[in-house]
Nanobody, 128 residues
Framework: QVQLVESGGGSVQAGGSLRLSCAASGGALRYYCMGWFRQAPGNEREGVASISTDGGSTNYADSVKGRFTISRDNAKNTLYLEMNSLKPEDSAMYYC?????????????????????WGQGTQVTVSS
């Protein structure tokens, strides 16, 4: 069973950048599709970006396209989210999540219920 730990969150001003990391243990990340999700107070958890097992395919929410980049380093068992041009509406708890490779093409990339493993989250706060 894979365990996920996020890091890299913090407080920045609008227009700033952050890089989130998600370190995996207990399993080889290359067997999992990965995703970043976020949840602001009072809102449902939403998909931010996803990436295929080998990193060859990515998906993004419209709200972050052109500003965020998801990537992975399977040799380091780590997932990343580079966030640029941050806006106050990006403020949320950010979670990384994983699902086994045979579930990768089973439904919409942003469907929360498809992901089996979740980290504890890292807070991102963007001030105007």
């Amino acid at each position: 069973q894979v365990q996920l730990v996020e890091s890299g969150g913090g407080s920045v001003q609008a227009g700033g950048s952050l890089r989130l990391s998600c370190a995996a243990s207990g399993g080889a990340l290359r067997y999992y599709c990965m995703g970043w999700f976020r949840q602001a107070p009072g809102n449902e958890r939403e998909g931010v970006a996803s990436i295929s097992t080998d990193g060859g395919s990515t998906n993004y929410a419209d709200s972050v396209k052109g500003r965020f980049t998801i990537s992975r380093d399977n040799a380091k068992n780590t997932l990343y989210l580079e966030m640029n041009s941050l806006k106050p509406e990006d403020s949320a708890m950010y979670y990384c999540a994983a699902k086994r490779y045979f579930l990768c093409n089973g439904g919409p990339w942003y469907r929360v219920s498809d992901f089996t493993y979740w980290g504890q989250g890292t807070q991102v706060t963007v001030s105007s």
